[in-house]
Every structure is written in structure tokens, then in C-alpha cells.
């Protein structure tokens, strides 16, 4: 009897490529999902300690800029390497960070928040607010009970439901960082309505804000000197304030406690040119690739014509009871147009800034530990990075030798996707199933700092927000697949879409650990905010923000 086609065996080849995606359709649907979070009651804070005031006083109460004017911006556009005066000017800009105690000097004293679990604590949080678009109502949202409630989502989180109750809680520990870290943050630009953000977020919050310039904005749509299509078929031309746009585009540090100094200044490694990268004209490949983004993500790839690049920032905060009764902060925004080796360099700078530092330091922000290159594409490019790539080479050699090789290379395509997707910690196996975000972050976990000190990547089931034990899940969710994603696009495709770029890292002291099973000083409930996005009647941003407690003490309850 002749057998049908189904009884056939299937070649081993095939085999590989059925299981591949099996597999990658179990693991889609898996990383939809997040684990339980079991521990939140050990972020809950119940009692406050007496207002902390054995402060040793002297610090900067302002130190300011001199912005550049609107028509030395538009020199700058014209001529994007000045010399003389204004060549000095824009280094100073961009290598020097303001300073404001004036919350400190105006009486506001931190109080500790308290549990029984922890002890006394300190709350870390960092969020990229996607160019500060919506930061007045970020700031509204953070500043007044009635603001947020307006903002809820009452059909998809109704009044006193648990959907409901979630995304007040997460506001809730937001709002009692003592240290928030933020990216994007613009002072006189017109998409922001010229405000400076981080002094309007500093006030309302009662806190102390260091910012540091990371970047102008000159592109010339913004400057009023080019149109734009207008959506109905005629264009439209920006008419900028000219008394107000200062275009600085930078990050900033918010804190309870005073600010003793700040630090920042332009790295070395800057592997995209934000001027003429972006002036260059755009060939097939780029306009094809912005045009499926927006299709199939709706998002918008626009030109973004910028002075400066990536920056080092970091600030030193008079925290009584810490080792040296400092904690330094250091906030991060590594480059998006690059790969991930460009990332590995300018973390390497990074690193070897913060080396020498005797005290605990946290390191957050957004990190984009993506194997995606978002810079402008070309023909040429493709071909030249296609050619010169292992992987390339190993797909024509199956190609060459093997009988069904189109279904064994797609197989181990999406056997490699499944693998990666969310995890940028996950095995990096060379040219056959490679992982090439992974090696930023063992460089992070084997970096020593000169005391001893490291890092700390440890996961426990009692010190995660959802009772994970995978590494780094103290410091930040962990997820059913991956790390919890913390950035997604306009319209996300289930899993794809999505992205864990923001990431936050504690080294504790040697000496506040006298031994390896100590906590003091270390990472715990690491957790992302998406409640806090994804349930209000607005997206304030494309990120979620991560925030992770820490004891000053040995937790005495976990």
C-alpha cells in the first residue's frame, strides 16, 4: 500500500526548522506575560523616620549656564565646529552640569522610609520621559492627587478595582523616590513649550536636581527654517519662540538629599554623528525601513539634527549613614544609533570614571541594550555589514553542503530570536546562535571596583518584586521570558515591539558587606512601572519607569 505524505519522515533539516518554531511560538506567547509579583508588600512603606538633618551644610545653593542664543544656534546649524568665542561657549555648555539646592535651603529635609521587612530605606528610580513631550503632565500626574485621578483610564482600570488599585501603587512608589534619574529631558525646546523640566518637576516634588546637557537641538524644522507636511496635503512651518528656545536636550538627577558636586562631560566614544548623520540625504534603504516602521509600529522615524552626543553624569548625594555619608549617582543614556560593541565602549568609559569610588554608587538609565542599530541605513551599509558577518558565511556554507538548507537556516534564525528576545543576558554562542548584547553586561558584572567592590547581579526569591532567582532580578523585574520590558512602541505586535533598555545597578562598599550573604546596601524589588503607562488615558512616554529599594541597613525581616 503506498503510504501518504504524512506518514513520510520528514528530513532532519525540517525537523529542526518545525521545532524552531514551535518553540518560538510557545516562548511569543509566554513572554506576553509576567510573573506574579508576591513580594510587593515588602515595598509597602509603612512609618517614616524624624526629618534626617545631620547634614554638613556648604553645598551649592545654584550654579547655572549661559545658554547660547537663538541665532547662535543657527550659526551653529550653518557651521557646526565654531571657533573663538562661541567655540568656548558650547564647551562649556556641554561639559558643565547645573546645580539647585534650593529645596535644601528652603528647610525640605528627607524623611527614611521605613518597613519591617527592610528597615530604613532608600527608593532609586529612573525613567526615559520620550524628549519630555509629556512631562507637564508627568508633573501634574506626580504632583497632585486630583491631576492623576483625571488621567486614569476608567474602562480599562475602573474606580476600586484591582487594575485600578495597581496603578495607584505604582504611582505611589514613584512619587517616593528619593533619587529619580531622568533621560530626555529638554529645558527651552517648543515640543516641551519651552519649559525647563527638571527645575518644574524639581519644585513640585520639593527636591534638590542636578541637570547635565547632553545635546542641542538645531535641526532646522525646529528652528522654523524648514516646512513640513501638515497631514492634509499642504505643509506647515514651525514658528519658534526665539526670546525663549534654548534647545538643550540632556538628562537629570532629582534627590531628597543635598547635592554635594556634579560631573558631566561629552564621552570620547560617540559612534553616530547626531549632525551629519542626520543631514545626510537618505537613500532606498532608509526611506523603506521608516516607512515599514511606521506601517507596521506606527512610529515615526524624523530627522533630528543635534550639537553634542553622549555624556558621563554623575552627582555625589550627602546621604547621613552611608559609608562616608555619600552615595554617588551616576545616569545613563548610551547611544541608540550604534551596535552593540559602540555601547561596550562608551560603558568602558564609563566604568573606568566611576573606578576609584570608595562609597556605594548606583548606575541606572537608559542603557539601549538592543542589538538593533537605529541609525540611518543604506544599500551600501547592508551589503557591507551583511558581507563582513560570520553568521552570513555560515547560512552559505549550509546553503553549499546540506540538502534542505533554507529550512534549517530559518529554523536556527528563529530558534536564535527566540533565545534573545528580552534577553539580553542570554547565552552568546558565536556565529551559530549569537547573543551580541550580552557582552556589555558580563563586562559590567566582572568590573571591580579598586576598594573590591562590584555590582551587585544577585537574584533571590525573597528580594524580587515577583520571587524570581535570575540573575539580576533584585535590581530589575524579571519576566516569564527575559527581563521585563521596559520600552515599547506606538503599536507593539504582542511581544515584538518591546525592549528591556533601562537597567539599574548598586555596588555596595566592601566594607558594608562583611560578608557574602549581607544585604545592606543592596538592590532589592526591583521593579518596571508599566501599569503606570499603560493604564492612563495618555502614553506618557515610550518608556516605563524602574525603580528597586535599598536597606542602610542589614534587612532585618526578609
Given at each position: 500500500m503506498k503510504e501518504t505524505s504524512s506518514s513520510m519522515p520528514c528530513p532532519p533539516s525540517t525537523l529542526f526548522s518545525q521545532t524552531a518554531c514551535t518553540l518560538l511560538s510557545a516562548l511569543l506567547l509566554i513572554s506576553c506575560g509576567s510573573l506574579p509579583k508576591k513580594n510587593i508588600v515588602n515595598t509597602q512603606i509603612t512609618s517614616r523616620s524624624a526629618p534626617v538633618r545631620s547634614f554638613t551644610g556648604g553645598y551649592p545653593r545654584y550654579r547655572g549656564t549661559d545658554f547660547l542664543t537663538f541665532q547662535?544656534?543657527?550659526?551653529?546649524?550653518?557651521?557646526?565646529?565654531?571657533?573663538?568665542?562661541?567655540?568656548?561657549?558650547?564647551?562649556?555648555?556641554?561639559?558643565?552640569?547645573?546645580?539647585?539646592?534650593?529645596?535644601?535651603?528652603?528647610?525640605?529635609?528627607?524623611?527614611?522610609?521605613?518597613?519591617?521587612?527592610?528597615?530604613?530605606?532608600?527608593?532609586?528610580?529612573?525613567?526615559?520621559?520620550?524628549?519630555?513631550?509629556?512631562?507637564?503632565?508627568?508633573?501634574?500626574?506626580?504632583?497632585s492627587e486630583i491631576a492623576f485621578e483625571k488621567l486614569m483610564d476608567q474602562r480599562g482600570a475602573p474606580k476600586g478595582s484591582p487594575a485600578y488599585e495597581e496603578v495607584r501603587r505604582e504611582r505611589e512608589r514613584l512619587l517616593t523616590a528619593d533619587v529619580l534619574l531622568l533621560q530626555e529631558m529638554d529645558i527651552g525646546i517648543s515640543r516641551s513649550e519651552y519649559r525647563n523640566v527638571a527645575q518644574e518637576l524639581a519644585r513640585t516634588l520639593g527636591m534638590n536636581y542636578a541637570y547635565a546637557p547632553q545635546q542641542l537641538e538645531i535641526d532646522p524644522v525646529l528652528l522654523g527654517l524648514e516646512s513640513i507636511p501638515d497631514g492634509r496635503g499642504g505643509m506647515v512651518r514651525h514658528q519658534p519662540d526665539e526670546a525663549r528656545y534654548k534647545g538643550v536636550f540632556g538628562l537629570a538627577i532629582l534627590s531628597r538629599y543635598p547635592i554635594k558636586s556634579a560631573k558631566s562631560f561629552q564621552l570620547q566614544a560617540q559612534p553616530y554623528d547626531w549632525y551629519a548623520g542626520e543631514k545626510a540625504r537618505r537613500d532606498l534603504a532608509e526611506g523603506a525601513r521608516r516607512i515599514a516602521t511606521e506601517i507596521v509600529f506606527d512610529n515615526e522615524i524624523v530627522r533630528e539634527m543635534k550639537i553634542g552626543g553622549r555624556i558621563f553624569f554623575s552627582v555625589d548625594?550627602?546621604?547621613?549613614?552611608?559609608?562616608?555619608?555619600?552615595?554617588?549617582?551616576?545616569?545613563?543614556?548610551?547611544?541608540?544609533?550604534?551596535?552593540?560593541?559602540?555601547?561596550?565602549?562608551?560603558?568602558?568609559?564609563?566604568?573606568?570614571?566611576?573606578?576609584?569610588?570608595?562609597?556605594?554608587?548606583?548606575?541606572?538609565?537608559?542603557?539601549?541594550s538592543s542589538k538593533a542599530d537605529m541609525s540611518p541605513t543604506s544599500l551600501t551599509r547592508i551589503f557591507s555589514r551583511t558581507t563582513t558577518d560570520p553568521e552570513t558565511w555560515l547560512s552559505v556554507s549550509m546553503d553549499l553542503l546540506l540538502a534542505a538548507p533554507a529550512a534549517l537556516n530559518s529554523g536556527r534564525v528563529l530558534l536564535n530570536a527566540t533565545k534573545n528576545l528580552h534577553s539580553p543576558l542570554a547565552p552568546h554562542i558565536p556565529v551559530v546562535l549569537p547573543n551580541k548584547t550580552r557582552r556589555m553586561f558580563v563586562n559590567i558584572e566582572d568590573f571591580r571596583f579598586s576598594d573590591g567592590g562590584r555590582f551587585d547581579f544577585r537574584g533571590d526569591k525573597e528580594r524580587s518584586i515577583n520571587r524570581s532567582s535570575a540573575k539580576l532580578a533584585n535590581s530589575n523585574e524579571k519576566a516569564l521570558k527575559g527581563q521585563t520590558p521596559t520600552f515599547r512602541v506606538q503599536r507593539p505586535i504582542g511581544p515584538l515591539g518591546r525592549s528591556r533598555l533601562d537597567w539599574i545597578f548598586v555596588k555596595a562598599p566592601p566594607s558594608a558587606q562583611p560578608h557574602p550573604d549581607s544585604y545592606r546596601l543592596a538592590p532589592h524589588y526591583g521593579e518596571t512601572l508599566s501599569g503606570l503607562i499603560e493604564g492612563l488615558n495618555i502614553r506618557l512616554s515610550d518608556h516605563s519607569p524602574c525603580v528597586a529599594d535599598i536597606p542602610l541597613q542589614e534587612p532585618p525581616g526578609v
Open positions: 547662535e544656534l543657527k550659526q551653529l546649524l550653518e557651521n557646526p565646529k565654531p571657533e573663538g568665542k562661541l567655540q568656548a561657549k558650547l564647551e562649556k555648555l556641554l561639559n558643565t552640569p547645573l546645580i539647585s539646592n534650593e529645596a535644601y535651603y528652603q528647610g525640605k529635609r528627607p524623611t527614611r522610609l521605613q518597613n519591617p521587612q527592610m528597615g530604613d530605606y532608600l527608593r532609586i528610580a529612573t525613567w526615559n520621559v520620550e524628549k519630555s513631550i509629556r512631562m507637564k503632565e508627568v508633573t501634574e500626574m506626580l504632583g548625594l550627602d546621604v547621613p549613614g552611608l559609608p562616608d555619608n555619600t552615595l554617588t549617582v551616576v545616569n545613563n543614556h548610551l547611544e541608540i544609533k550604534a551596535r552593540p560593541h559602540d555601547r561596550e565602549a562608551q560603558m568602558a568609559e564609563i566604568l573606568a570614571q566611576i573606578q576609584t569610588i570608595p562609597h556605594t554608587v548606583v548606575m541606572a538609565g537608559d542603557h539601549n
